[in-house]
């Protein structure tokens, strides 16, 4: 039983350690390809030296997920066919290409986002109200609605797959120009930029549970040959 116990924590050690080097890899590929999407080298470079990163390795690349065929065979394998059309799916796929290049985000991790929140259920609520694929609390999405003058009906507006996806990521927007720093920034959309304020303020570790959950999907995305 004792030597059960040691073999196991033996295991363990390493396999967090490659967790954790994983996940420092993608959240590098994500800076990585921010700044190449919005071509601000002298940011991307001032941002490397301010996390005390040397260089974002080019090796790995997540842009492989950027042709909505692509994208539109993985939704139709999330998606509940019963209750999606191909050309509904064919809609939501060039979407989240066309936000992905908006907001400058990797499509993959926009994906990560909707596995992680909602399981690719567009209709699914939170215990805290929140609405949707990527789990928009109301009064965020009103406010959100408003500032980019889109209508808004409520919780039937966050049940839209489209309008969920744009406010979603117009939140994201918002937290990373806040917090910079990926784990960070994913980090307030999982618990809410004041409580991580918070923990920042007063030196309190957060958890890094969520992001870590989003970079695993994210890595899988990014690295699969559709």
Partial sequence: ML????????FSIPLAAFIGLACQSEEQSLLRFYYATNTDYQSYLEDV??????????????????????????LRMRLDPALWSNDQVR????????????????PALILSMIEVESRFVPT?????????LMQVMPSTGERLAAELSMPW???????????NIELGL??????????????????????????????LKSGEPYSERY????????????TRAL
């Fill in 124 to 132: 699914a609520v939170s215990g805290h109200g929140a609405v949707g």
């Fill in 170 to 199: 117009q939140y994201m927007v918002q937290l990373r120009a806040r917090f910079k720093q990926p784990r960070r920034y994913l980090t307030a959309y999982n618990i809410g930029p004041s409580a991580l304020l918070r923990k």
């Fill in 3 to 10: 030597q059960r116990i040691i073999r196991a924590i033996l």
């Fill in 91 to 106: 809609r939501l796929a060039e979407h989240v290409v066309r936000l992905s290049h908006r907001y400058h985000f990797p």
């Fill in 211 to 222: 992001y870590n959950k989003v970079m695993r999907s994210y890595h899988e995305y990014a």
């Fill in 153 to 163: 009906d409520a919780k039937k507006s966050l049940r839209d797959p489209l309008t």
């Fill in 49 to 74: 030296q301010s996390f005390g990163q040397a260089t974002i390795p080019i090796s790995h690349s997540p842009w492989n997920l950027k042709d909505p065929q692509q994208i539109a065979r993985v």
